[in-house]
């Protein structure tokens, strides 16, 4: 369908999610479409609603591409005259697709759209057989956004990655801390949070305070480091958490900032939470020099932001629930960052890992939740897709996402009653499993 609407040289329209694995995946689509010659128009929206569905229908496009988003409106789709492709790994509501219209969801072939395959992932996959292989890496870098890559890759993913493996993509063993060459080593380890140093990661007294115990200064850059210093860091680190030494993933033809694909997803989720979508494509792109140092700011204005977030749950800790725990917050700074912190909370164990989390924050009239959970929970029979889905609902409100990731917004008044709801699906989650 796609090669059919490149062919008739039309303006292909793509609609993507605004983190980095949406934003990976509108890159894939959109970098794969420029090399072809072919015309397109992106948007990216923080997520799809009714509305923009709306106004996209009076568009004049042949051919729509939802990537990272568009599972949960299958039936609004179908009724598009044009033809639409959704490229998705969100769970899935069961209602077929029409001639119209291509459905790409790891779901369909029950394959777990959480761990193996992300929406930059399916968008690659739309794309791979127009000769693009070598666009493989964007799709990892969107499993590393939604955090499928920590530990290495698995089911499609780790097809992906031989496709990357093939073309350009190199594996090397090294140190996993983040900005070894622009930040000093204090700030590289407070701003490691995969996999989490407990003292360290989020903690820039802590990061400190490590450093002068190995005898290490703390403003020089890793990449400054002696040989010598390096060892002993990297034996220091491998004490507090071995998983800090393994595989980095890298595209050696990248320009420093942008080899480690890790690192890459979270510089296109800082332009994300920023709400500066058009610069993360451009940098996608490939696009430099300024774009990156403009990118380089907003990520230390959110590392700032999100080391603050962490203090406030340390100070603070979550609300407890009998199943469930929550973080509210009417606060500016922690409402931009609360989906991060409770992710992060959780595994820098700031919050007990043997609950899920929500975090709530205020937006005018309604809550926005982000909630997440460990895959151990998810074992133990855990779906906050499924769980913020059916409590939403119950209140006139809407959500979704992953079993170990998801999101809703509730209208305001009902906060309490579906707080209430939301733990008791939690504890029936647990208890039929
Ligand atoms: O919409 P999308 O699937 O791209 O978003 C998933 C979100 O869940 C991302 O923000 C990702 O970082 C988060 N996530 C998480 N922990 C996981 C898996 C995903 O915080 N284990
Ligand atoms: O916003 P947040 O990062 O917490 O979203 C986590 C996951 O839940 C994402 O995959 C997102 O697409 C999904 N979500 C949803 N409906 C919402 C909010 C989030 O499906 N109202
Ligand atoms: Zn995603």
Redesign the pocket.
């Given at each position: 369908m796609l090669k059919e609407h490149i062919e008739n040289d039309e303006i292909i329209r793509i609609i993507s999610?605004n983190?980095?694995?949406?934003i990976s995946?509108a890159a894939v689509i959109a970098n794969a479409l420029k090399e072809e010659n072919a015309q397109f128009h992106t948007t990216i929206v923080p997520?799809l609603k009714e509305d923009v569905i709306n106004q996209l229908r009076h568009e004049q496009h042949d051919l729509f591409i939802f990537s990272?988003?568009g599972s949960s409106f299958v039936k609004e789709l179908n009724t598009f005259k044009s033809d639409v492709i959704i490229a998705d790994?969100?769970q899935v509501d069961g209602t077929e697709a029409d001639s119209n219209l291509v459905h790409v969801n790891p779901h369909l072939f029950e394959i777990d759209?959480?761990?193996d395959l992300?929406?930059a992932g399916s968008a690659y996959l739309c794309v791979r057989d127009l000769d693009k292989k070598h666009f493989a890496y964007f799709a990892l870098v969107?499993a590393f956004?939604?955090?499928?890559g920590?530990d290495g890759f698995n089911g499609v993913n780790k097809l992906i990655l031989e496709d990357a493996k093939e073309t350009n993509l190199e594996i090397n063993e090294d140190l996993k801390i983040v900005s070894k060459a622009s930040e000093p080593l204090f700030k590289s380890l407070a701003y490691t949070f995969t996999p989490p140093l407990p003292g360290i990661s989020g903690d820039l007294e802590g990061s400190t305070a490590f450093l002068e115990k190995i005898g290490l200064s703390y403003g020089i850059k890793f990449t400054d480091l002696a040989d010598e210093e390096k060892d002993v860091l990297t034996a220091e680190l491998i004490k507090i958490n071995p998983d800090i030494y393994g595989d980095c993933y890298l595209i050696p033809k990248e320009i420093p900032m942008l080899k480690d694909l890790e690192e890459y997803a979270y510089i296109l989720?800082a332009c994300g939470k920023n709400k500066k979508f058009g610069l993360a494509l451009s940098i996608a792109l490939g696009e430099r020099e300024k774009a990156l140092s403009t990118a380089t700011e907003l990520q230390r204005k959110y590392r700032d932001q999100i080391v603050k977030g962490l203090e406030w749950v340390k100070r603070e800790g979550a609300v407890q629930l009998n199943s469930s725990q929550y973080l509210y917050s009417e606060d500016k700074v922690l409402k931009s960052v609360m989906?991060?912190i409770?992710?992060?909370g959780?595994?820098v164990e700031l919050i007990d890992s043997s609950k899920p989390v929500l975090g709530l924050s205020r937006l005018h009239n309604d809550i926005k939740i982000?909630g997440?959970?460990?895959?151990d929970m998810v074992e133990r029979g855990v779906d906050l897709g499924k769980a913020l889905r059916d409590s939403s609902n119950n209140f006139g409100g809407q959500g979704g996402?992953?079993d170990?990731?998801?999101?809703a917004m509730i209208p305001y008044e009902s906060k309490d009653n579906f707080l209430h709801l939301f733990d008791e699906m939690i504890e029936y989650q647990l208890n039929n499993d």
């Open positions: 999610h983190d980095a694995d949406g995946a997520r990272d988003m790994h969100h759209g959480s761990k992300s929406g969107g956004g939604d955090m499928q920590q989720d989906g991060t409770a992710s992060i959780l595994s982000s997440r959970t460990t895959r996402g992953h170990i990731a998801a999101g």
